[in-house]
């Protein structure tokens, strides 16, 4: 992972972008050269050379603190836009066309800079323009930009600077609105992770508190079965019985609360379509990152609808656990039997970990086992299917 600051990547990224041009220009005039051209003289060639100074400033700051590096970008982008129109110069001014190249430091700083920044590089590019407008230096007599130079009217000149001026215009804002528009777009993907992040810290806090209810009933239930047992127990004594009644009724308050905060009784004889549809809201506030299908090629009716419903939840939270992004259900009628398959994605845990952790998988072969259903796990190397069987008979678990 690159752990750099965007603006230390820019930079390094320029370093490519001013040694190419240089390669080009160079390409350029050795081929000029072949063909007659006489070759510029050793100031130019300098100016060509100078501009490979601001590679060295980044090279040498790359290390800078965070905080420095918008004011190290600024410094190389005004060195670019000065260089640059030294070397236009004195290759005939505005009337070659590379000057045009002048726009390039502009847009880079109107993208990646702070706008006062970026108006400073945009007038100092702007600035080099003119003066290559109206002063540079007269190119050799057999020099491809001799006659371009002589023919170029004042008229002509003033059109030139107009659509320099337009389109500096245009790039420094257009560059602007981009950088905004990606600095708005970061910062919803940033909201969106810590909603993300605030929601899976929510669920944890859930199943921990689910876990410590279910640790909590169990001691209760056996407290309440022991005072339940000694009030009547014919050897008590008359003295300790209020006591007694005391802790089993303030027993059996506290179980009952913990039973309030589990989820309600579902009632009894209720489509296999309705579970699944309670199934895909429950997950999506515990898992929104969770996309939970369903597909129904039957829909039967299910007596003990509150112990399929606890299947399918403990089935879900192992898909959940798993750490998977899709759980598909299919429910379809293979002759004489009905199956539910549940597939999901999770990659969190080996084959031979899901197969022992499961979030609850012997409870649910218990509970199918009770309600007259099969279960077949299938662990792959991109899902893991959970199939269950059932038979269209009257059954204590399901019906028709």
Partial sequence: MDNRPPLLNWRLRLIWLRSLLVLAITLALIVLQRFGHSGYQLAELGWLGALLLPNLVTLLTRKAPSQRHSQLLTLELAMDAILFAGLIQ??????????????????????TLPMANGILVALLALAGYMVSLSWYQMPAMNSPLHALTHQLSGLHSTGMAAVFIALLVMLSVLGQVIQRLIQQQQKQQEQALDLAGRREYMYQVAATLADQAHELNTP??????LADNLIHAPEMPDSLRPEVEQMDH??????????QGNEAQLESGLPLRILIQRLQQHLRHL????????????DPIVVDSQSWYRVLCNLGYNAMDAGATRLDIIVSDHASQYRLQLSD???????????????????VHSALAHIGAELEMDFGHSWTQARIHWAHTDSPGAGS
């Fill in 90 to 111: 004195g290759f005939g001014g505005a009337g070659n066309p590379l000057s045009f190249y002048l726009l390039v430091p502009a847009l880079m700083a109107s993208l």
């Fill in 250 to 259: 303030l027993a059996r308050n506290v179980a009952n609360r913990l039973k």
């Fill in 345 to 363: 994605d999770g990659p969190a845990h080996p084959d031979s970990e899901r197969e022992g952790l499961g979030m609850g998988l012997t409870l």
């Fill in 287 to 298: 898992a929104p990152t969770l996309s939970v299908t369903h597909t129904l090629k039957a």
């Fill in 220 to 225: 209760l239930g056996t407290l309440v079965m």
